[in-house]
C-alpha cells in the first residue's frame, strides 16, 4: 500500500491544526510549524527543534513539505527570473525585482492565462490551471529564502505574472491575507493586477483589504482595445476606468493604470489627451511600459522621445505618471516569456 503524505505547505493553519489533532496532537504545534516554514524557512521536521521527535516521526511518515522546485534561476542586474516547477509538472515563473526601496517578487497566479491579450507571451498556450493559494504563496517563499542568504527580505509583491488574479479570485485574495499572516507582508506593499475583469474589480473593494489594484488598459477606444485585450468586448473601456474610478472612491487607495507603449498605435498626443480625460478627477496614476519584444507579434516598443511626449502631455493635464524602468528586458521578464522558452525546450 503506497502511503500518501500530506503536504502541509497545501493546508490551511485550521486544516493544519486538524491534521495535528488527528494525530493527537496539540492545535498549537500548528503555529510552531508555520512558524518554522513560513519565518524560519526550514522544509525538514528533524530541524524543527521545538517540536517532540514523537512528533517529528508522525510528521516523516504521514506528512512532507513538498515545495516548488527551482528549474532556472536567471539574473540580470537587480532583476532575477524564476521557473518554479509545481507537484504535478507544471511550470510558473516569478521575477525578482531589487530596487533602491526593497525587493519586491512578481508572482504568477495561474498556469497560462486564458484573456488572450494579444501582446502577451503568457496567452499563447491558454489557461491550465488556476494557482492554489499556497502556490502563489510559495513562489514567495522560495525567492526569500534565497535572500535570506544576503540578509534581505521580500518587501513588496505584485501580482502580476502569468495568469488574470481575479480569474483566479478566492486563491489569490486568500494568498493576500496569507502574505502578511505567514510572511510579514502588508497589504499596503501589495499589487494586484487585472485586464479588468469589471464584477471582480466591484467585489474586490468591498473586501477591506488595503491593496493597490493595478488596471492594464493599454488602450483608450475600444476598437483598438477590442484587438489588443479581448476581455474588452465584454468590459469596454468605459465600464473598466468606471470600475476604477469607484475602487478608488471606496478604498481611498490610488488605482495605477498600466499602458504598454506601442508604436503608431496608442502612443500618439491625441492618444494621452484621450486617457487623460478618461482618468481626470479619479484618484489615478499612469505607468508607461516599453513593450518587451515578443517576435511574430505585429508590434513594436514606441521611442523614447515618443514615450516622454506621451508622459508630458498626461502630466500637463494633471495625470500622476511615470515611465517604468525597463527592468529586465534583457532576461524577458514580460510575462510568460521564460516559461514558453521552457516549454519550447521540452517539447523540442
Ligand atoms: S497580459 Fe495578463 S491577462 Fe493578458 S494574457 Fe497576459 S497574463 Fe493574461
Not at 51 to 75: E, G, M, T, Y
Not at 303 to 327: H, Y
Amino acid at each position: 500500500v503506497v502511503r500518501i503524505k500530506r503536504n502541509i505547505l497545501a493546508m490551511q493553519r485550521s486544516e493544519l491544526e486538524h491534521f495535528l489533532e488527528t494525530l493527537g496532537e496539540q492545535k498549537y504545534r500548528a503555529a510552531q510549524i508555520i512558524d518554522w516554514v513560513y519565518k524560519k524557512r526550514v522544509f525538514d521536521f528533524v530541524a524543527m527543534s521545538n517540536l517532540p521527535q514523537r512528533l517529528i516521526r508522525r510528521l516523516d511518515a504521514d506528512a512532507c513539505i513538498q515545495v516548488p522546485v527551482v528549474l532556472q534561476r536567471q539574473s540580470a542586474r537587480q532583476t532575477a527570473k524564476y521557473l518554479f516547477a509545481l507537484e504535478d509538472g507544471n511550470t510558473i515563473e516569478s521575477v525578482l525585482m531589487q530596487y533602491s526601496y526593497g525587493n519586491a517578487v512578481c508572482v504568477s497566479t495561474q498556469v497560462g492565462c486564458g484573456m488572450g491579450c494579444l501582446f502577451c507571451a503568457s496567452a499563447v498556450g491558454g489557461r491550465k490551471r488556476d494557482l492554489l493559494a499556497w502556490e502563489i504563496i510559495a513562489q514567495v517563499l522560495l525567492i526569500q529564502k534565497d535572500l535570506d542568504v544576503q540578509g534581505q527580505r521580500v518587501s513588496h509583491v505584485t501580482i502580476m505574472g502569468t495568469g488574470e488574479p481575479l480569474d483566479n479570485y478566492d486563491a489569490v485574495v486568500c494568498a493576500i491575507r496569507l502574505f502578511g499572516e505567514y510572511l510579514g507582508i502588508g497589504q499596503r506593499r501589495i499589487t494586484v493586477s487585472t485586464c479588468g475583469l469589471v464584477p471582480q474589480i466591484e467585489r474586490l473593494q468591498s473586501e477591506q483589504l488595503a491593496v493597490t489594484l493595478s488596471i492594464s488598459l493599454h488602450a483608450t477606444d475600444n476598437a483598438l482595445r477590442d484587438r489588443l485585450m479581448p476581455v474588452n468586448r465584454r468590459y469596454p473601456v468605459e465600464q473598466v476606468v468606471a470600475a476604477g474610478r469607484q475602487y478608488g472612491k471606496v478604498t481611498g487607495r490610488r488605482v495605477s493604470y498600466e499602458y504598454i507603449m506601442l508604436k503608431g498605435l496608442n502612443d500618439r498626443p491625441e492618444h494621452a489627451r484621450k486617457l487623460a480625460a478618461l482618468l481626470s478627477g479619479s484618484l489615478c496614476h499612469v505607468n508607461l511600459i516599453a513593450w518587451n519584444v515578443i517576435p511574430g507579434r505585429p508590434f513594436a516598443p514606441s521611442d523614447r522621445s515618443t514615450i516622454e511626449r506621451f508622459s508630458a502631455v498626461l502630466s500637463k493635464m494633471g495625470i500622476p505618471v511615470t515611465i517604468r524602468r525597463e527592468m529586465g528586458g534583457e532576461i524577458q521578464a514580460a510575462c510568460g516569456q521564460l516559461r514558453r522558452g521552457q516549454a519550447e525546450v521540452e517539447t523540442e
